[in-house]
């Protein structure tokens, strides 16, 4: 299993980035996938969730109306839209098999300041 983040970076609060996620050496269309975000000194956060069809999503309180998860199956890539950054979402985001303990990526960083 591999997962490979990219598209974070610096931007000022209320702007957007899109991560991505590259999967590989799994049957990706068949695994509900998910994005988590750590913070300097805090503990993993669950953000969003998306079932293998891609029509049914989740998203944390914090995100909903923010973010948004999506997928290519014929790609193995899994996408996060984020607008309207606030300074507090601030944070390494990882992607995921939606499994409890699962392998993750490496991550991308994520930084909203003015």
């Known amino acids: 299993v591999q997962l490979v983040e990219s598209g974070g970076g610096m931007v000022q609060p209320g702007g957007s980035l899109r991560l991505s996620c590259a999967a590989s050496?799994?049957?990706?269309?068949?695994?509900?996938m998910k994005w988590v975000r750590q913070a300097p000194g805090k503990g993993p956060e669950w953000v969003s969730t998306?079932?293998?069809?891609?029509?049914?999503?989740y998203y944390a309180d914090s995100v909903k109306g923010r973010f948004t998860i999506s997928r290519d199956n014929a790609k193995n890539m899994l996408y996060l839209q984020m607008n309207s950054l606030k300074p507090e979402d601030t944070a390494l985001y990882y992607c995921?098999?939606?499994?409890?303990?699962?392998?993750r990526g490496q991550g991308t960083q994520v930084t909203v300041s003015s």
């Open positions: 995921a098999r939606a499994v409890a303990n699962g392998p």
């Open positions: 050496g799994f049957l990706f269309s068949t695994w509900d």
């Open positions: 998306i079932h293998t069809g891609g029509s049914n999503t």
